[in-house]
């Protein structure tokens, strides 16, 4: 505060005139607000706050707008800013739980919510509030190890301000939020954290590549068990649908036979059907003879060989023998038939024919 003197129309005057106060801290300098002189009307600023004393004693606080004073009497001590203010706390050193040393600086934002608590409560309200801040920072990181400082960084602000609201109410100032800046780590720390980071990330490569190999091999092993099974299903389809066709085939074959013995019952039934059959016979007869010693080198031959018609003429009569319906053939008759026909050709006898 400066005291000058004004001369006028030969009476001297003291004036007194107000200049910034400078508030000096270790870290930062902060410009007050310049404090107005008593001119009876005042006009009060919006978010501001005038402490009044009448003869040095508190006496009231100045709303935004039209306000008057009693010169001589009243003085306007405080000036309060009811904006959100945003103080810089410095970068200081703290010692976390695992004894790591820390290097670590914040932003804390505060408000002032009564005046008068503030203007007679603490003689700096600001730099007070900036002491607890750090003061509550070191306690609160030598709760945490240095892995938690990291993770738990917004668990960390919360903390502390409900720390410096409990102190800070006798004040009339209300901390809205502390935000953590910058948090650096010694050299060597550092150096470790950075190794620990790489071999963590080595270790995930490495599980990823197992869990990729064991995978791929699970997915191998899949597609062979499919595989067989599929192999397997199409074998069966294939044996099943085999089985089917050859039964089919023979129920062709069975058709087959059984519609030509129908057409040659019905065939001998006719004019000439013995002539027929005679000569299927003989045809027979014939292919016989052309298949034999082809599989064994040893053969049982009539001695009539040559004789045809002699072969011939005694099929027919076993057949004419058997196609009786009205006659009981017995073994003895056939036998008796066979003998006749044999007479017939001539005795037989047994050739051995060897290669």
């Known amino acids: 505060m400066l005291r000058t003197l004004c001369r006028t129309g030969g009476l001297i005057f003291q004036t007194q005139r107000t200049v910034p106060r400078l508030c000096v801290n270790p870290v930062q300098q ?24 009448r003869m040095g004693r508190f006496h ?12 001589i009497l009243d003085r306007i001590r405080y000036v309060q800013s009811l904006k959100e203010i945003v103080i810089d706390v410095p970068e200081q050193s703290a010692v976390s739980l695992d004894n790591v040393t820390l290097q670590i600086d914040g932003v804390l934002y505060l408000r002032i919510l009564d005046p008068f608590k503030a203007s007679y409560g603490v003689e700096d309200p600001e730099y007070a509030v900036t002491q607890l801040a750090q003061t509550t920072m070191r306690s609160e990181l030598g709760k945490l190890t240095l892995d938690k400082v990291f993770r738990e960084r917004e668990s960390l602000n919360s903390n502390i301000v409900h720390s410096i609201n409990q102190a800070s109410d006798e004040w009339g100032i209300r901390c809205l939020r502390y935000e953590i800046k910058d948090i650096h780590v010694p050299p060597r720390v550092k150096e470790s954290m950075q190794m620990q980071v790489e071999a963590e990330r ?43 066709g050859e039964a089919q085939a023979v129920l062709a074959k069975a058709e087959a036979k059984a519609k030509a013995i129908r057409m040659l019952s019905e065939a001998l039934t006719e004019q000439n059907g013995n002539a027929a059959a005679s000569l299927s016979v003989a045809e027979q007869y014939v292919s016989a003879f052309s298949n034999l010693a082809k599989e064994s080198n040893t053969i049982l031959l009539p001695s009539n060989t040559g004789d045809i018609s002699g072969m011939v003429s005694q099929a027919m009569t076993i ?15 056939v036998e008796e038939n066979r003998e006749e026909a044999t007479n017939q050709s001539g005795s ?8």
């Open 30 to 53: 902060r410009w007050a607000s310049s404090l107005p002189m008593n001119t009876v009307v005042l006009f009060v600023p919006q978010q501001e706050a005038w402490v009044v004393e």
């Open 60 to 71: 009231r606080i100045l709303e935004p707008g039209l306000n008057f004073l009693i010169p």
């Open 202 to 244: 080595k270790k995930r490569a490495t599980v990823l590549e197992s869990e990729g190999t064991r995978e791929a091999a699970i997915n191998v092993a899949e597609g062979r068990k499919q595989a067989q099974i599929l192999a397997s299903e199409g074998e069966k389809e294939e044996q099943i649908n085999k089985a089917a």
């Open 319 to 333: 057949y004419s023998t058997l196609a009786k319906p009205s006659m009981r053939v017995t073994p003895e008759v």
């Open 348 to 355: 037989p006898q047994e050739q051995r024919i060897n290669e």
